[in-house]
């Protein structure tokens, strides 16, 4: 066997295995959503993440690689190992966006719009970013570092997040009478399953996007991505509980994976450029934003029930700038105008097209199915049927 056939399939092995890192993320966002909805709901937002898994995998099949890529050709491994581990991804966007419109979204009208994330929003996103470049040479060319996705994918899952937020509104009563109704997480050592489950998936995600582990040069960059990934979640999870215990007395679980989950995000864009210090700070400041956005979003009336857009949005904005920061060789503007052109591009476009779709199926589910349950009304299962169902 050459050297140069050794190495096509060593990375086409990592990359697999890569990918399979990442897919243990479809339920990590399941189990993290079913635990932290109310037990009416659960069976809703598990079909919810299966479909955006088989959609979202499809459409990006059929449409979205091509257009993303602009070819299906690969030397540095097998193409279909390439193709795989950016599928991988396409779900993560929407994902993002379904937990934080949970227990009021419609379930086909979110598979409506999966569709054209899948196949259209998403893979032009990762044209002007990672892909075949549509905007070179024009003013708007992104110069962007984003390794695996600070941008690319958090942010972009965060501003379709907002767009659906402003068109559907909270759950009923969540805000009334000046007041915000706290609904507490129904099953907690889900929560804790899927926040893991996602954390282990990171691996995959900003390791295996190094591209390559067959030198010893990239085997070492895969580590020190992968060890500052861990450095980033921790830091995260140990400040928001810090902060927690200084403001109130608690240790919060839910809010202490959800810090750990924010720093994971901060660090995406730029893991393999930092020494072994410097996603310690990155990670803090991303765990503690996610303790200050999350009141900051429901002063807003903006109902996000699993905290997406402050561990995606916020956190993702803060990740692609802190490579700017902290990184010599990478410019703050570039990292700024990269920032601001996909989230106008990616706000503009999801508003556009769940308005139109909302026009068409309602988005939103009417309050008497939201008090009865989204279970009942969409699946026809029941997580807990023998439970009585709270209001």
Known sequence: MSEADFKYILDTFFTLFSMVLIILMVPGFAMLE???????????????NTMIYAV?????????????FGSWENSSMSIWAAFLFQMAFVGKTINIMSGGVSERVKIIPLMIFTVVMGAVIYPLIVNVSWGADLLAGT??????????????????????????ILIMGPRKDRYKDGKIKVIPASNVPLVVLGALLLWIGWFGFNGGSV??????????????????????????????????????????????????LGGLVAITAGPDLYDMYTPILIGAIGGALVVFAVPMFDKLKLDDPVGALSVHLVNGIWGTLAVGVFVDKVSLVSQLKGIVVIGVFAFVSSYIVIYIINKIVAFRAEDDIQVEGLDVNEVGVESYPEFKRAI
């Open 34 to 48: 079913a635990g932290l909805v109310r037990t009416k709901n659960v069976s809703s937002v598990l079909t919810v």
């Open 56 to 68: 979202a995998s499809m459409a990006f099949l059929l449409v979205g690689y091509s257009l993303a």
């Open 139 to 164: 003013v708007l060319d992104i110069d962007m570092y984003d390794l695996a996705g600070s941008t690319v994918i958090h942010s972009t899952g965060g501003w379709a997040l907002l767009a659906a």
């Open 211 to 260: 591209g390559s582990i067959s030198s010893v040069e990239n085997a070492d960059t895969v580590a020190k991505t992968i060890m500052n990934t861990n450095t980033a979640g921790l830091a995260g999870a140990i400040i928001a509980a810090v902060i927690m215990y200084a403001r109130y007395k608690l240790l919060d679980i839910t809010m202490i994976l959800n810090g750990a």
